[in-house]
């Protein structure tokens, strides 16, 4: 994407008159990508909306950026051996760090810090074959940052979020059997979406502690039970101290013990 969001910035002032049309196009989609990126970046770093591998909230803009790419490397003369070269160098690469264990400190510097790498050789690239320096370092990068891409894609983020969902429908199955209609369950952060399903065939109502961090946790539990609902609690990703104030002089059993699952009478 490095190539496509300098290309969708320069694209007002840089391009060449000749490339009119082509011009105009990324224009326009200069638009949309930069008007996403911005709303984005106005949130602030602060803001989350759960637990996720990859940044899905901008797949939108992947077909934007690819016509990007495209326009920006087609006056090029990209020779497939130096493309081929880029791509074996890579899958050779990404297969060497993604075969360390996932909590290896170099796979995961790997994984955050190559892409940047990547990035900026593309655009050194780029910048060298507008200039009449010759194509090939451009096709070699090029080939090296898809590939790149695709490996990392392939054999950890999506590995990584079936795993994610294999445990979320283990714990979903073991949960429902145990939660009535009608029922209300207390949890904190990404584990409270596991039983978001069984709302569509019940009466459930869910409640993530994790946003104002348990503040009104036991205040929401004592309500909930004041109204009737009986009141379960996951246990699994609750901060101890938390946990042990929201359960103190309660009445806990154990329904389930992965995902700890509580029932507070």
Same mark, same amino acid.
């Given at each position: 994407m490095a190539i496509s969001l300098v290309a969708l910035l320069a694209s007002w002032v840089l391009l060449a008159r000749r490339h009119e049309t082509v011009r105009r196009e990324i224009c326009a989609a200069s638009l949309v990508v930069w008007a996403v990126l911005g709303a984005f970046s106005w949130a602030g770093l602060g803001r989350t909306d759960?637990?996720?591998?990859?940044?899905?909230?901008? !797949? &939108? /803009?992947?077909?934007?950026? =690819?016509?990007?790419?495209?326009?920006? +490397?087609?006056?090029? &003369?990209?020779?497939?051996?130096?493309? /081929?070269?880029?791509? !074996?160098?890579?899958?050779? @690469?990404?297969? !060497?760090f993604l075969g360390r264990d996932a909590d290896d400190a170099i796979r995961q510097i790997a994984v955050a810090r190559v892409p940047l790498a990547l990035a900026a050789l593309l655009l050194a690239a780029w910048g060298l074959a507008a200039l009449r320096h010759g194509s090939d370092l451009l096709a070699i990068a090029l080939g090296g940052a898809l590939m790149w891409a695709t490996v990392v894609h392939l054999a950890d983020d999506l590995r990584a979020t079936n795993r994610v969902r294999r445990g979320n429908l283990w714990a979903q199955r073991a949960m429902a059997d145990k939660l009535p209609d009608g029922a209300a369950l207390i949890g904190w952060g990404p584990i409270v979406q596991v039983v978001a399903p069984l709302r569509l065939q019940q009466r459930l109502l869910a409640v993530d502690a994790s946003r104002d961090k348990g503040r009104d946790? =036991?205040?929401? !539990?004592? &309500? /909930?039970?004041?109204?009737?609902?009986? +009141?379960? +609690? +996951? @246990?699994?990703?609750?901060?101890?101290?938390?946990?042990?104030?929201l359960l103190e002089g309660r009445r806990v059993e154990t329904l389930v013990d992965r995902p700890r699952l509580l029932e507070v009478r």
């Open positions: 759960g637990f996720c591998f990859n940044q899905r909230y901008l !797949l &939108e /803009l992947v077909p934007l950026g =690819a016509l990007s790419l495209a326009w920006s +490397v087609d006056r090029y &003369e990209i020779r497939p051996l130096p493309l /081929l070269a880029g791509t !074996l160098v890579a899958a050779l @690469a990404a297969g !060497l946790a =036991a205040r929401v !539990l004592d &309500e /909930l039970r004041a109204k009737g609902h009986r +009141v379960f +609690v +996951v @246990a699994t990703a609750f901060p101890p101290p938390l946990l042990a104030a």
